[in-house]
């Protein structure tokens, strides 16, 4: 079974569980809590942690500037308790499917076979090493099965995401150079300067993190990706690939071949509803 498949899983999964860090309705379910702007994005995210300090957030969540981490965290946690902020993220996922996929969707045997095969994958993954994915798989399973569904993609998104900042660190790759490098491979889902803004790194950290790159041959004169620069980046996104395929091997690739077909009509339903801006 090909390593690709764990990328094709990703990519075809994600948009049901990342419509979370879009969605009006999280929005108003964090600011209903006391908890506004982006800070509601590291405070939700995080909170199945709990009422860690601003340092394991960093740590976790990794490409973003420290300062913008510690505007939100540990002060997020005056304002709400972590269990009120898991709960209001469950709810605002359980109000933003419903409203895009409509209740025929929601209520449907398609659902609750993709919810059943998305958690049993879920199964193959293991906390070690993967601090962020421990968190939510302590988490209670919700009963309604696209709820399920939503919370089994989330659990193997953050599986994968752990391992992807494995790789990072064993390449030396810190989090301003890690978008750096995803930049100069010119398939950012994100234009740069917007990517490099919801990061809020500064000049000067984003203009030392270049000047490494460059010291180590990765990037050129115009920051895209050296050869040498692009082989590291497809061994990190190899390893990537590699380390988050135990869920697909533990399913099959015949079953992982359904999940994929049956979500890629609600992952389009929900790009296609706008709710990623």
């Given at each position: 079974m090909a390593a690709t498949l764990a990328r094709k899983?990703?990519?075809?999964?994600?948009?049901?569980?990342?419509?979370?860090?879009?969605?009006?309705?999280?929005?108003?379910?964090?600011?209903?809590?006391?908890?506004?702007?982006?800070?509601?994005?590291?405070?939700?995210?995080?909170?199945a942690l709990g009422p860690v300090p601003a340092e394991v957030v960093i740590a976790t969540f990794y490409n973003f500037a420290p300062d913008l981490v510690r505007h939100a965290i540990p002060a997020a946690w005056d304002v709400a308790p972590p269990a009120a902020l898991v709960d209001a993220r469950l709810g605002a996922a359980d109000a933003a499917l419903r409203e895009i996929l409509g209740g025929e969707?929601?209520?449907?045997?398609?659902?609750?076979?993709?919810?059943?095969?998305?958690?049993?994958?879920?199964?193959?993954?293991?906390?070690?090493?993967?601090?962020?994915?421990?968190?939510?798989?302590?988490?209670?399973w919700a009963e309604a099965a696209h709820l399920v569904l939503w919370q089994a993609i989330t659990l193997l998104r953050e599986f994968r995401g752990d391992g992807h900042i494995a790789a990072l660190v064993v390449e030396g790759i810190d989090g301003c150079e890690a978008l750096l490098t995803h930049a100069g491979a010119g398939d950012s889902a994100l234009p740069v300067p917007l990517l490099r803004a919801s990061r809020a790194w500064s000049d000067d950290a984003w203009d030392?993190?270049?000047?490494?790159?460059?010291?180590?041959?990765?990037?050129?004169?115009?920051?895209?990706l050296t050869p040498e620069g692009a082989a590291v980046r497809r061994r990190v996104e190899d390893i990537t690939d590699e380390r988050a395929m135990a869920p697909w091997r533990h399913i099959g690739e015949d079953a992982a071949d359904r999940l994929r077909s049956t979500v890629r009509t609600w992952s389009r339903a929900i790009v296609s509803s706008g709710a990623f801006g």
């Amino acid at each position: 079974m090909a390593a690709t498949l764990a990328r094709k899983m990703y990519r075809t999964l994600e948009p049901y569980h990342a419509l979370i860090y879009f969605t009006p309705r999280a929005t108003e379910a964090y600011a209903a809590l006391g908890i506004t702007g982006q800070d509601g994005y590291f405070a939700s995210r995080a909170a199945a942690l709990g009422p860690v300090p601003a340092e394991v957030v960093i740590a976790t969540f990794y490409n973003f500037a420290p300062d913008l981490v510690r505007h939100a965290i540990p002060a997020a946690w005056d304002v709400a308790p972590p269990a009120a902020l898991v709960d209001a993220r469950l709810g605002a996922a359980d109000a933003a499917l419903r409203e895009i996929l409509g209740g025929e969707a929601i209520a449907s045997a398609e659902m609750r076979a993709a919810a059943d095969l998305a958690r049993r994958a879920t199964e193959a993954c293991t906390p070690e090493g993967r601090p962020l994915y421990a968190a939510h798989a302590a988490l209670p399973w919700a009963e309604a099965a696209h709820l399920v569904l939503w919370q089994a993609i989330t659990l193997l998104r953050e599986f994968r995401g752990d391992g992807h900042i494995a790789a990072l660190v064993v390449e030396g790759i810190d989090g301003c150079e890690a978008l750096l490098t995803h930049a100069g491979a010119g398939d950012s889902a994100l234009p740069v300067p917007l990517l490099r803004a919801s990061r809020a790194w500064s000049d000067d950290a984003w203009d030392a993190a270049r000047a490494r790159l460059r010291d180590r041959g990765w990037l050129d004169g115009d920051d895209r990706l050296t050869p040498e620069g692009a082989a590291v980046r497809r061994r990190v996104e190899d390893i990537t690939d590699e380390r988050a395929m135990a869920p697909w091997r533990h399913i099959g690739e015949d079953a992982a071949d359904r999940l994929r077909s049956t979500v890629r009509t609600w992952s389009r339903a929900i790009v296609s509803s706008g709710a990623f801006g």
